[in-house]
């Protein structure tokens, strides 16, 4: 069934297996009149790229090939169609371990649903599929106001944290892309670092919390009951790869506050209606408020390890299984999910700006 | 635009204010044949009502009238309507209030967004659209295998929470609803209700996380990418009002872990492929692994208190705001969540139960 | 699976069996800031109940119950439902017939698909259900530019048919309301009159066809591919009881031209671009060119007849089969298609117009 | 808006230009495990070519690249994406015409509403993306179930049509293929093929009647209200490009009957409920009752004509246009709308027949 989609304005359908010849995607509702290049999409993906000893030692080049639905630089308004080859896929390691089950992987699952499985590289339960909701996010991007700011980054690597009540200052904030593990307090970041290339070492991996802020984003987006900001904006974190949770504003921490401490109070700030505190992460009733969104996602440790576990065939016959020494595989998948969780902001703002439009007569 | 619906295949859309004449839903998508009675409806129903000292003293019946869709107590395909009067809504003590906005609440964001808000009872923001939910749970009920269990309960309270590491028995879980506060252990449940008691007598109010666990669900529910299972249940934990945050299987936990530590092992148990632990919680690759499903929402502290808290009004004036006295809210939304938490437990799995026929052929 | 919806962004969702207590409709999309009033919807619904003896004689009041998303007589973008009790359904006439297949009916194909049937007065498969498309499109009417105007009036029943080449004047269109069948052309309309009156005699139906006029629409509407405006229309049109045809402009027509007959030219006309013809009826690729668009919808004649036809029981015994001599029935369908025709240009307007909306940043 | 999806089950999302790069689609929604070769596409392309001097002299090789959703030639569940490479677009002819407004065409639209347009061969508006459909229908051939026979045929050509009450024979049917006018009557066929020569040669177009015959389709499909079959049906054609009108059994010649003539009876035969006749076109409530659904679809005539034709530039100059003699055009649009019709009735009924699934429990 249908479900490859995202988003009912801005709408994106993503095709493709991580070891077969290309995949892509089609944007069904960009706006006419976007300016629109490759180059705005390299730079958005750019970031989610390896780039270091952090990350998988796959190399694509993630060109993206824009097909269609842009003329002479601008959207036409009708779809726009993305195709990225992939080139540097190799088929052969996974068929020693085609028929194991992979612990913390889909292919049981997928089994179970549909009786097939393409076991290359994970086929369509890849990652690699979050190249398309980057090159996405970059148009989206254009479409919305040039004011919004997003910043996403690593709060935590296994039990490495950023200090308590930390907040990332307009400087740090700066600094986030030049650092391999995209954490904007420098000392943390180091620490974090030695922890992802101790696991490495170790054949092992970690998990990590990616946070999120989004400045400048204008009162009104998200739309009531079912289609509140915070349940597309969790809906589309939960969608990406080995994302295990969401908060929004104090998050899990608002469970252990009173009303009176959490609430946040409205004053008149030079005749601008604002709040003398920002707990809500800048969302009321399922709308924006016009204050800073933020909140967190976690990222369970990536789940393909050198180490052998114990783990049966499809035939069920019980059996180890480790990826192979020569296996490509982040040490810690929140670290490119920094990329990804940028892009389903992007994503679900651009939605929900365009369904804002509908709002008033 | 559209955002008062739930659910591709199973779908309801609600419709209502806290103190209009009535509110309802259509539920288009229910397969003929299921057995339906109010009864049903009614016994889902009975627990979202306020029943204690620790609820507010609103008192509505609740009835759900079957206007629609239902022939000789079986369903006919065609769609089924429910509707509920208002009986209890008390317009008066909203009167004094309306031109204020409140803090924690969406008539800020409302007003942006549509330029008009009914005020009363807090109108289409109200937590009273959830007993639709409730109400259409029982017929997703229905429709479901009928070995699927569905527990929720309240894991904590500000800040007194259940005992570290502890999973509740099946003796625990049989207990639940005889308890006001939803709780499976009893003496943490004390305390809680003390802790609530308190914040009551002081005007204020409390947060609180509410545990679901959902036993006898059949592997190969949820779809890939942007319908996983859990990417489902987050937007639908999220559309609750007041819910900050989810999370599955280990959730935020999981960002501290290794991956030799957190991957669940598979193993052959007398020709059943099965895992040695369920840290995954029950879904992989966003589709359900046959294993328990469980994970947490957080709910800030219930946003109406007494306690008085500075405002502006609607035109900028600042001022002060405060529940009267009379006022009729819960002293903590999280207790009555639990139903709802489950209604949309139930909500999501009929819809990917019914998607999940379409996986093969 | 949910087909009882209609739009995408200006979304009806209607309920309710031609016998059951009520029936209504919930309008998910209507813009904040709208007036409505009862009497709007009753204005609008007026033409649809039956008025003469042309028509069937139940008699119901269709009072337009409006439960939410109106506040202080304006929409507050918040679902508007609208209910209307069934007060003059007679069920006892169809207990006789209830196990016989009745020819041209949907009893048949609707215990194929779902194996159960409520047999009273056509359950959801009557006529009835479209008094909710009337109710939504007054509000659809209140949405769209006040400038447009659209027309349906009755171009043949049997084969008495307008005038070759006629096309109605503006004075001819202000009439047609006056004139129980709703034809602009008053001496057909006496000949059309007296065919359904001794068919009606006779026990009998006729069919008829249904011409369409919409003026003053924008250009802009109806969006590329799957969403032209014609697609939407004939889906529209389609969905209507009975009806088996549609064509637009110069419809089946056209078939029979050369391009150079049907092409329209373009010509400056006083600084603005516009037409020397209308052959293609306003829509161009899709999209509304700002020229009148018309077109036809065809009626079958009206399966319920008193005259005894051959049948079988549902249990496959070979019988007869006729309406009771009491039975309410319209003698042909058409004559009170108009209004429903209308409504749903209407609906589908304001979805193009809402769409449309997004076509440019 | 999204509006270049079709279906909500087996849904194909198409884009691309006339001279672009390429163009292709994804079908979101094909159950796992069906054969799939691209021989199975192109046995099915084979017919949309063109393919004698009765069609345009554009030549396109039409190779389908399957690029996704494939594994070892079976569908896996995942989106299967398809692309063809425009190998044979000229350009050049379009400069000299891009400012002028074209004709029958959708370049002044797509204007008035995206302020922008690709002029080279129509763009997006340009027929060519009827590939996608023919490709997709396909696949959703191989869905169905085997015995489904669908044909489609010319049955008029400007005023030379099929003999009156012609119905063709399962030999005529057999022959359709073999004819460069897709006609099952021969004597007609050479009419048509000498009517369309003279209007090629006079650089005129004429339009024509496609009628399609489904047989072997299973009772039960197309649901309620707004998803009627015909309502489907209607919609995908009227999608089509040049198409005007669609009628489905005795459409609009319905109009003209009574009841009593209309109606089709049922009687036991042998065992199995069946009709007397078929004059609703297998479809009752818009389910289909099992017996061969059959109806027409009116395309005008090629918009696309080599003789002048006044007209304004897009600055609103009154100019005069014309095809250029080298322009390729195909005289009579309905020729190849006949493999076109063929692919929306596979395509409707793939949507229906998957949709069915979710009927009863």
Chains 1, 2, 3, 4 share one sequence.
Not at 135 to 158: C, D, F, R
Request: with cysteine; glycine share 10%.
């Amino acid at each position: 069934m249908p479900s490859n989609f995202f988003g009912d304005f801005f709408r994106i359908t993503t095709w493709g297996e991580s070891h077969g010849k290309a995949l892509g995607l089609t944007i069904d509702g960009v706006p006419a009149g976007i300016n629109i290049t490759p180059e705005l999409l390299i730079a958005e993906l750019k970031w989610r790229k390896p780039g270091s000893n952090l990350t998988s030692p796959r190399q694509e080049q993630d060109y993206p090939e824009i097909l269609s639905g842009v003329f002479e630089n601008k959207s036409t308004g009708a779809p726009i169609s993305i195709l990225f080859y992939n080139n540097n896929a190799e088929k052969s390691q996974y068929s020693t371990i085609k028929d194991k089950l992979r612990p913390g992987h889909a292919n049981y699952t997928y089994l179970e649903k549909y009786g097939i499985y393409d076991h290359n590289g994970g086929g369509r339960a890849s990652a690699r599929e979050t190249v398309c909701r980057v090159a996405a996010s970059a148009i989206a991007k254009v479409l919305l106001p040039q004011n919004i700011k997003i910043y996403t980054y690593i709060s935590n690597i296994g039990d490495i944290s950023l200090p308590k009540d930390y907040t990332p200052s307009a400087e740090d904030l700066a600094q986030i892309l030049n650092n391999p593990i995209f954490c904007p307090h420098k000392e943390t970041a180091d620490k974090m670092i030695k922890a992802i290339e101790e696991v490495k070492a170790e054949g092992d991996s970690l998990g990590g919390t990616v946070s999120f802020l989004m400045q400048g984003v204008p009162s009104g987006l998200g739309d009531p009951i079912y289609q509140k900001l915070e349940a597309k904006l969790a809906s589309a974190m939960l969608s990406v790869p080995a994302s295990k949770g969401f908060e929004v504003g104090m998050g899990f921490k608002s469970t252990t506050l009173k009303g009176s401490e959490h609430n946040d109070s409205w004053y008149n700030d030079n005749n601008s209606i604002t709040q003398t505190s920002n707990n809500c992460g800048g969302i009321l009733g399922g709308i924006s408020t016009g204050a800073p969104i933020y909140g967190k996602v976690a990222f369970k440790p990536t789940s393909s390890i050198k180490i052998a576990q114990q783990t049966v065939t499809t035939n069920g016959e019980n059996t180890n299984f480790s990826i192979p020494k020569s296996g490509r595989h982040d040490p810690c998948v929140a670290i490119r999910a920094t990329a990804v969780v940028k892009a389903m902001c992007y994503l679900t703002l651009a939605d929900s700006y365009l369904a804002n439009k509908l709002a008033k007569v």
